[in-house]
């Protein structure tokens, strides 16, 4: 139904509303009896090959869905129903914030691509709290946080501060956006003297909670490679769980076709798997697999998902490729995980 129905929608017409009537829709099925149970027969799989315990979590299988998808927790209850192994929420800010008025999304389907100029429009780390709670999630859900657009530099530590404590006792574990600045541009925070600033508050925070969450950085696949380094430095000395890799990238001419290629957007979807594998490579070499890595940008089929694995990635998650093939792209990705015999 997907691939009839929505996916021809969402490549022609506003993906942000199409996609939002779809996760509607799904809450509605979800709801009128026995939907759950069918979305579940029809969609999640169980794989005992594919468990796997990782930062202290049990998690079911590998697949996740990745940050942007339900920003604000809203659907992550039915979500679950289509077989995700984890969901990542948000990006959440302190405060609600709106779309920012350069905002944009688009498929690209020449290029099996979504380009997008992506403000972290949310409402705000409360807002979701309460979604959670009403209707609360039957698996792992990850936290993805970052600071208002509007916060001065000074404010910035205070507003992941807060996101984090508000949300520490309702998520599973946290990843910080480093990646991307909430003005859609790089962040500054990928320079380890500003992380470092933000990160001493957090992980001093962390250590006085009852329990301590994995706390993971997601970083581009565009860094250059001496900060990536740093980065990685950083992680191991300081006691970051892992690390994303990673939001999309920047267009680059010639990258993907169509009359908007040369405008200053984010790139994700097939375009970004050779990049993110050769970064999730790096990482794994020199880390000698210490940092536990979640693979994500351009997995589009089970076979792009088994080069992740083998790349080095623990985790991956999908965004682009679920908007393309539908919800059962994670069900094909297990099945061919398991005939892999894929160990992590
Ligand atoms: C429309 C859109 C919105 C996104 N919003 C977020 C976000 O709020 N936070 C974030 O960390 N990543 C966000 N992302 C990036 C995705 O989480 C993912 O890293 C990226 O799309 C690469 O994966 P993919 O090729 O499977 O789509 C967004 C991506 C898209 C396409």
């Not at 192994?85 to 688009?106: H, N, V």
């Amino acid at each position: 139904m997907y691939r009839q129905f929505f996916r021809p929608l969402v490549m022609r017409l506003n993906a942000t509303r199409v996609h939002r009537a779809a996760l509607s829709l799904l809450r509605f099925a979800t709801r009128i009896p026995l939907g759950r149970q069918l979305l579940k027969l029809h969609y999640k799989r169980e794989y005992p090959s594919l468990k796997q315990e990782l930062f202290g979590l049990e998690f079911p299988n590998p697949v996740g869905l990745a940050a942007g998808f339900d920003p604000d927790g809203e659907y992550c209850g039915e979500l679950f129903a289509l077989g995700f192994g984890f969901i990542e929420i948000g990006t959440l800010t302190p405060k609600a914030q709106g779309r920012d008025p350069k905002a944009l999304s688009m498929a690209v389907p020449g290029d099996r691509a979504f380009i997008h100029r992506n403000g972290h429009e949310n409402k705000g780390v409360v807002n979701a709290i309460e979604h959670i709670k009403n209707n609360r999630p039957e698996g792992i859900v990850a936290a993805s946080i970052t600071y208002n657009r509007n916060t001065p530099d000074e404010g910035i530590s205070k507003d992941f501060d807060t996101a984090f404590s508000l949300l520490y006792d309702f998520v599973d574990m946290f990843v910080f956006n480093i990646a991307i600045a909430p003005q859609g541009v790089r962040s500054h925070l990928e320079d380890v003297s500003s992380l470092n600033e933000v990160m001493d508050t957090l992980l001093e925070r962390r250590a006085d909670m009852d329990t301590i969450k994995p706390v993971l950085l997601k970083v581009s696949p565009d860094m250059q490679t001496d900060q990536l380094d740093a980065i990685l430095l950083y992680c191991l000395r300081y006691g970051i769980d892992g690390i994303v890799v990673g939001d999309s990238i920047s267009n680059r001419p010639g990258m993907i076709g169509g009359r908007l290629s040369d405008e200053d957007v984010l790139v994700s979807g097939a375009p970004m798997l050779p990049k993110t594998l050769s970064v999730i490579r790096h990482i794994r070499e020199t880390t000698g697999g210490k940092l536990p890595i979640v693979g994500v940008g351009g997995v589009m089929s089970p076979e792009d998902a088994l080069e992740m694995f083998r790349a080095g990635a623990s985790l991956i998650e999908l965004y682009t490729g679920i908007l393309y093939e539908g919800p059962k792209l994670v069900k094909n990705i297990l099945k061919y995980l398991d005939s892999q015999k894929i160990k992590q």
